[in-house]
């Protein structure tokens, strides 16, 4: 059974430092790769993807994929108490590109 | 994401009821998926539309039947509810089925009396 692991959380960091948020999936055949943010009371915003090994930059977001150790994060730098959040993590597989969700992390970001 | 919409928004139903969820979406996509958030669990993928044709009916009990009249639409039907089906109810939609970024609707908070 495909399986999506994040830390159980929560998660709290004081504003302007890096928040590391990390996920790991259990199938190698694993191809695309989602953080989605989601607030309370809200549906998942998607905030960031990667599809290959290394990093990707978008504003205060990178998202690190390591396809041999089957890990992907997420980092946000500078962060603000607005990315106070529940992250998701979602792994895609397959032709019909399946996507697997992790339970999710709760960040806190403290003024 | 106004990109996907989903009425209505908040329903609460009997368990004799019959009742539909509606899903729209004005991106050009040509997937389209109903998801279950339930608290304390992982979102949990019911059903996958390509093209108006199912491609994907994941284990889901038969009192949820869903609907893809054409590729903006989808409806998720509802009768003889039990109250742990209470959730929030969530269609995405996507360029395709391949591996293709999901943008979500605002949902529809269900809860079954």
């Known amino acids: 059974q495909k399986e999506v692991e994040q830390n159980s959380g929560p998660l709290s960091v004081p504003e302007g430092a890096i928040a590391s948020l990390n996920c790991t999936y259990s199938d190698r055949g694993s191809q695309s790769f989602f953080w989605y943010r989601q607030y309370s009371g809200k549906s998942p915003e998607l905030i960031m993807f990667?599809?290959?090994?290394g990093d990707k930059e978008d504003g205060r977001f990178t998202a690190q994929l390591n396809k041999a150790s089957q890990y992907v994060s997420l980092l946000i730098r500078d962060s603000q108490p607005s990315d106070s959040a529940t992250y998701l993590c979602?792994?895609?597989?397959?032709?019909?590109?399946?996507?697997?969700f992790g339970k999710g992390i709760t960040l806190s970001v403290r003024p | 994401e106004t990109g996907v919409t989903q009425t209505p928004r908040h329903l609460v139903m009997g368990m004799t009821n019959k009742k539909s969820l509606k899903c729209e979406q004005h991106l050009g996509h040509n997937a389209m998926y109903w998801y279950k958030q339930s608290a304390k669990k992982p979102l949990e993928l019911m059903f996958v539309?390509?093209?108006?044709?199912?491609?994907e009916n994941n284990s889901v009990p038969s009192r949820f039947s869903p609907e893809c009249p054409n590729s903006s639409h989808l409806f998720l039907h509802l009768h003889t509810l039990q109250p742990e089906d209470s959730a929030l109810y969530l269609c995405?939609?996507?360029?395709?089925?391949?591996?293709?970024?999901?943008?979500f609707g605002p949902g529809t908070r269900l809860t079954v009396t």
């Open positions: 990667i599809y290959s090994n």
């Open positions: 979602a792994v895609g597989t397959g032709a019909n590109s399946k996507l697997t």
């Open positions: 995405a939609s996507s360029l395709g089925l391949a591996v293709y970024e999901q943008y």
């Open positions: 539309y390509s093209l108006e044709e199912r491609v």
